[in-house]
């Protein structure tokens, strides 16, 4: 692809041309060299217009109803006169690599509304893949214009920590009535969240929705704040009739003006922009590693010689080390 290329692109995000931002996030998750260099550069030219949006990471157990609260909430944003984007982070298929979850069919009426874009990040079956999609594809809609890009997380696993990584407020959605209600979240995941949500505030679950969100208050009084300015409020909310979710964001844009006064809005981004970074020399460092053909061929022998229990891991590993070394170009 050649300079006129890149160029239509850029010009394509910047007039928020749907269906360039669409090619253009496609041009990201390629994984092809050429499509790689290109996208990069393309990004290059669009940071100075990135940085406005605000980035909401949401993440949730199984049933929690994620989908149902993003599209309602993302609803009531576009209905304030927002332009809203939605990056789905979806398990992979093993055989296309394709998303597995149907974001635009869970999502109905906000894919149809005008005022918002959804855009679903298949992993490539890694986290390192959501990562290092996900993040280029949430500067993309930001030059693009979108004042609100969310983030949604499939709630599983370390990608909770790899989502609250590239946002600045991080929503953990629970419910009640199904059990102990701290059984289900780790203390780490609390650690991470700037609210917590319990939904399905509706109906007879009313009570025990409020008993839940008593329960979380107190494990919240039990960890330390992550950050000096903020105390995380834990709220009660009904994605399915849309009760608490202007609360929701009246808590969200507290905290931006909270964290922006006190200099750690952002502190946060770029230190969040420094781990991005020494991330991508870690994979690049590893990918050259293992790319290398001397290592391809040593790799089996130190994998049966562990297997057969004739070598330690750690001398195993230091053996292909050395051997890097010793055999640099």
């Given at each position: 692809?050649d300079r006129?290329?890149?160029?239509?692109?850029?010009?394509?995000?910047?007039?928020?041309?749907?269906?360039?931002?669409?090619?253009?996030?496609t041009l990201i998750?390629s994984?092809?060299p050429?499509?790689?260099?290109?996208?990069?550069?393309i990004?290059?030219r669009?940071?100075p217009?990135?940085?406005?949006?605000i980035?909401?990471?949401?993440?949730g157990?199984?049933g929690?109803?994620?989908?149902t609260f993003?599209?309602n909430?993302?609803t009531?944003?576009?209905?304030k006169?927002?332009?809203v984007?939605v990056?789905?982070?979806?398990?992979?298929?093993?055989?296309?690599g394709?998303?597995?979850?149907?974001?635009?069919?869970?999502?109905?009426?906000l894919?149809?509304?005008?005022?918002?874009f959804?855009?679903p990040?298949?992993?490539?079956g890694?986290?390192g893949g959501?990562a290092?999609?996900t993040?280029?594809?949430l500067f993309?809609?930001?030059?693009?214009g979108?004042d609100?890009v969310?983030v949604?997380?499939?709630?599983?696993?370390?990608?909770e920590?790899?989502?609250a990584?590239?946002?600045?407020?991080?929503l953990?959605?629970?419910?009640?009535?199904?059990?102990?209600?701290?059984q289900?979240?780790?203390?780490?995941?609390?650690?991470?969240?700037?609210?917590i949500?319990?939904n399905?505030?509706?109906?007879d679950?009313?009570?025990?929705?409020l008993m839940?969100r008593?329960?979380y208050e107190?494990?919240?009084?039990?960890l330390?704040?992550?950050?000096?300015?903020w105390?995380?409020?834990?709220?009660?909310?009904?994605?399915?009739?849309g009760?608490g979710?202007?609360?929701i964001?009246?808590v969200v844009?507290?905290?931006?003006?909270?964290?922006?006064?006190?200099?750690?809005f952002?502190k946060?981004?770029?230190e969040q922009?420094?781990d991005?970074?020494?991330f991508?020399v870690?994979?690049?460092?590893?990918?050259w590693?293992?790319?290398?053909?001397?290592i391809?061929?040593?790799?089996?022998?130190?994998?049966?010689?562990?297997?057969?229990?004739?070598?330690t891991?750690?001398?195993?590993?230091?053996?292909?080390?050395?051997f890097?070394?010793?055999?640099?170009?």
């Amino acid at each position: 692809m050649d300079r006129p290329d890149i160029e239509t692109y850029i010009e394509g995000v910047l007039k928020r041309d749907r269906r360039r931002i669409a090619k253009a996030i496609t041009l990201i998750e390629s994984t092809l060299p050429a499509h790689q260099e290109m996208s990069r550069e393309i990004l290059d030219r669009l940071i100075p217009y990135t940085g406005k949006a605000i980035r909401l990471g949401v993440t949730g157990l199984p049933g929690a109803g994620k989908s149902t609260f993003i599209e309602n909430f993302g609803t009531l944003l576009t209905e304030k006169g927002y332009r809203v984007a939605v990056l789905t982070v979806d398990p992979s298929s093993p055989k296309t690599g394709g998303s597995i979850l149907a974001d635009k069919t869970r999502m109905e009426k906000l894919a149809t509304n005008d005022r918002a874009f959804i855009r679903p990040s298949p992993s490539g079956g890694t986290l390192g893949g959501v990562a290092r999609k996900t993040r280029e594809t949430l500067f993309l809609c930001e030059a693009a214009g979108f004042d609100v890009v969310i983030v949604e997380t499939v709630g599983v696993g370390q990608s909770e920590v790899t989502v609250a990584s590239m946002v600045d407020f991080f929503l953990v959605l629970m419910i009640a009535g199904a059990g102990d209600e701290l059984q289900g979240i780790k203390k780490g995941v609390l650690e991470l969240a700037d609210a917590i949500a319990v939904n399905k505030a509706d109906g007879d679950n009313v009570e025990r929705t409020l008993m839940a969100r008593r329960q979380y208050e107190v494990a919240f009084h039990l960890l330390n704040p992550a950050s000096r300015s903020w105390t995380p409020p834990v709220l009660a909310c009904s994605a399915l009739t849309g009760d608490g979710l202007g609360k929701i964001w009246d808590v969200v844009c507290d905290h931006r003006d909270i964290m922006t006064a006190s200099g750690e809005f952002e502190k946060k981004r770029r230190e969040q922009a420094l781990d991005w970074m020494w991330f991508l020399v870690r994979e690049g460092l590893a990918d050259w590693f293992f790319g290398r053909e001397a290592i391809v061929r040593l790799v089996p022998e130190m994998v049966r010689a562990i297997e057969t229990g004739t070598m330690t891991p750690t001398s195993a590993a230091s053996r292909m080390l050395a051997f890097l070394k010793n055999n640099p170009s």
